[in-house]
Structure formats: structure tokens, C-alpha cells
């Protein structure tokens, strides 16, 4: 048996007044997503334990079974294991986020989804006036980089940036959970106030303005944690082999501590121009020698994050006739069963612009199973599947379920 993980970030929404009150994945044109459902077995999943917030980190750990009370250390450290830098025994790991500040509060959590180059020389600057023997700065991809800081006392409340666009940078500071934290919040404070008088005016901002551009004129660190210790899935499920394929570190990281293969795609953006041909031609030729492939694909989050409802729907489409559809047509012709499931890790409705925790729709495709009533894949047909409402490692056993007819 071959298991496949289409996992569209954030594709899941609310339904929108513009579209006729539809959800953007009621609205969008998406034949081979409602033909998957139309052949498999739909249902609800539960991604976001309580007492968690509704991250793409926590979401996704989830989907794949983990116990987030056993192993969750942030998604600093889980971007760290994807770049490459290791986390010593007495080092948190944080999030660094490049952002775009503008008359005092938040623009956007993406500094206007600057480029990796540009980030680069950025981040590079920051490690050279601001790095030391306690603080080091590490490049990922376009915003999203990586904040190393030895003794760092994890107890501190941090806020995603792409939760408060709009608002006082200084309302949503870092705040100490306890008073042996304050000085790593106070710590962490002053670093992103000092990055603000470095960034404002650097050469790559000036040009940047100049062509219209959002600077990335500060950082913004959040999520942060000390190594994680994540069994690999070949050691709880029937695979013996898998490889992850995604643009974004922090999925990358969860791949690497699980045990995955990280297979890196040219022009993988994580955006609605990313490179889904080479994602897919990737995923295909993984699945060949592997028993288990988990393919990301982010473009509908960021849309979501912007609140722009017509590139979401953009995205589910592409989703649709560029990953969905060569997918099953390639899959579904080899002589070996094959099973294919599909699902948003949580919600990012345009309207708010950010994660919520509502359950989302799944569908599992299984070569031989009986399938449901279900004829098309949205946030409410999927309620009335036949997997009702599943929590914790529910979802990834019936994945790994393969009884034909199941």
C-alpha cells in the first residue's frame, strides 16, 4: 500500500457574503477534489487540542498523530531541524519573523512576502550588530527565519504576528508568564527595538520603497521551545519509509523529527506561484521507493492571511487541476493499491485573516473501499460523511487503515 497527504493549508473558511454566502471551497471550480470525495470516505477533523492556538506547527502535528502534551517545544525548533541548525541542550529556538511595521502598528506579518535574497542579506546584517555569544540569527525562507538564544526562559507570551495586522506593535510585545521570564521577555523586546533602528533606512529597505514595496523593518520573534523529542512514524505506523515536500521550514522540521525524507522542490514559494508541476512530478517519483508521502502545499493560507477571497479561491483551483488532478490520474492507474487523502491542516477565513480551530473536512481514498454519500468536498457536505467528527490520532489510523472496504 502507498499513502498520500495532500494537505492544502488553510483552505478551509467561512462562508463569504460576496460569493453568495458560500465558503471559497463551496464556490471554487474544483471537479477532481469533488471526484476524490465522490469515491472516498469524508468526515470532520478536530486539528487543534484545547488549551493549543490554532498554528499551522500545532495543526499539522496533529494531522500526523502526535501528542502535542508530549512533544510540542514551539516551531522555532521544528524550523530549525528544516535549515539545518541544531539546538544545544541549554538553546530555545524562536520564530523570527520579518515583518513590516508602518506609522507604529503591524502592516503585515511578511514584510510583503519579501524575497529569500533579500531576507538573506537582512538577516546576515542582524547577525553581524546584533549577534553574540548568546543570540544568533539563522536565514530560512522569505519571512519566515530563525532566533537562537542560549538560557532563554521559554515562559513568556508571545503573539503571531499574522493574528493582530492593524495593531500597536507595542500592545502586542512580548510578556513574561513569570518572574524568573521577565528578563528573557525584556531580552527579546529590546532585540526587536534595536532591529526597527538597524532595518529602518538598511539599503534593501531604501529600494524596496522605492519600487513600492513593504519594508521588512523589523523582527518579530514567537513560538519558542528547547529541542523536541518526536518518535519517528515508521516507529508507530505500518510504513517503513516517507518523504515530506513542502516550502515552508516549519513543515520541513516536523517531516525531518518524524522521521521524513525533506525532498526540496525548485520554486517552491509557498505562494499561488509556487511550482506545483515539480511538486507533483516530486511527490510521484517519492512515492516509486517510498511507502508514505506528505505534500504541502501553503498558497491558500497566505491568501487567507491577506483576506483576499478571489486568490483563494485561485488557489483551491490550482490545488484542484494542479496537484489533485495529476495526482489521481497518475496513482490511480498503478497495479499497487494506493491511498489518498486530502484535508486543510485549519481554517484561515479571509474575513479575519487568520487560523481559527473549527474542525475541518477530510477525505480518505482508499484502492477497493466502499464510499460514503458524499459528492462533494466542502466544510459542510464533509459533516455528513460516514467518519463523523475525528480528534487526536484518529484521523492518521484510518489513513494507515488498509483493510480494502474500509
Not at 522569505?142 to 495586522?165: E, F
Not at 522540521?253 to 525524507?261: D, H, Q
Request: glycine fraction near 8%; include cysteine; proline fraction near 5%.
Amino acid at each position: 500500500m502507498k499513502y498520500i497527504i495532500i494537505l492544502g493549508d488553510g483552505m478551509a473558511d467561512e462562508p463569504v457574503s460576496s460569493i453568495g454566502n458560500q465558503t471559497p471551497l463551496q464556490f471554487a471550480k474544483k471537479p477532481y477534489i469533488d471526484k476524490l470525495a465522490s469515491m472516498g470516505r469524508c468526515g470532520m477533523l478536530d486539528t487543534i487540542p484545547q488549551g493549543y492556538a490554532p498554528g499551522s506547527e500545532i495543526a499539522n502535528l496533529s494531522v500526523l498523530g502526535y501528542d502535542l502534551n508530549e512533544c510540542f517545544e514551539g516551531r522555532g525548533t521544528l524550523e530549525a531541524a528544516s535549515i539545518g541548525v541544531e539546538i544545544g541542550e541549554n538553546e530555545m529556538a524562536m520564530r523570527c519573523n520579518l515583518i513590516c511595521i508602518e506609522d507604529g502598528k503591524i502592516k503585515n506579518h511578511s514584510a510583503g512576502h519579501i524575497s529569500t535574497e533579500e531576507a538573506d542579506v537582512l538577516i546576515r546584517f542582524l547577525q553581524e550588530k546584533l549577534g553574540d555569544d548568546r543570540v544568533s540569527f539563522h536565514t530560512g525562507v522569505s519571512y519566515r527565519h530563525l532566533l537562537k538564544l542560549k538560557n532563554g526562559n521559554k515562559n513568556i507570551s508571545c503573539t503571531p504576528p499574522h493574528d493582530v495586522p492593524g495593531t500597536e506593535f507595542r500592545d502586542v510585545m512580548i510578556q513574561p508568564l513569570a518572574s524568573e521570564a521577565k528578563e528573557t521577555a525584556d531580552y527579546l523586546n529590546e532585540l526587536t527595538i534595536k532591529s526597527q533602528q538597524l532595518l529602518e533606512n538598511h539599503p534593501i529597505n531604501l529600494k524596496r520603497a522605492e519600487l513600492g514595496k513593504d519594508k521588512a523593518n523589523s523582527i518579530w520573534v514567537w513560538s519558542p521551545g528547547y529541542k523536541p523529542q518526536m518518535k519517528k512514524m515508521t516507529e508507530i505506523y505500518p510504513v517503513n519509509s516517507g518523504s515530506v515536500i513542502s516550502a515552508v521550514d516549519l513543515i520541513k522540521g516536523i517531516g525531518i523529527y518524524a522521521g521524513l525524507k525533506s525532498i526540496n522542490v525548485e520554486g517552491a514559494t509557498g505562494l499561488y506561484t509556487t511550482n506545483y508541476e515539480g511538486k507533483v512530478q516530486a511527490a510521484i517519483e517519492a512515492l516509486k521507493t517510498d511507502d508514505f508521502v506528505y505534500l504541502h502545499i501553503e498558497a491558500s493560507d497566505e491568501a487567507g492571511h491577506e483576506g483576499d477571497v478571489e486568490l483563494k479561491i485561485r488557489t483551491i483551483e490550482y490545488l484542484d487541476s494542479r496537484i489533485v488532478k495529476p495526482i489521481m490520474e497518475e496513482l490511480l492507474t498503478w497495479n499497487e493499491p494506493v491511498t489518498i487523502a486530502l484535508l486543510p491542516d485549519h481554517p484561515t477565513p479571509c474575513a479575519i485573516r487568520t487560523h481559527t480551530a473549527t474542525p475541518v473536512p477530510f477525505v480518505i481514498y482508499r484502492t477497493g473501499n466502499t464510499p460514503d454519500e458524499v459528492a462533494r468536498y466542502d466544510e459542510f457536505t464533509c459533516q455528513s460523511g460516514s467518519f463523523g467528527l475525528l480528534k487526536g490520532n484518529e484521523f492518521i489510523n484510518e489513513v494507515f487503515r488498509n483493510q480494502p472496504g474500509s
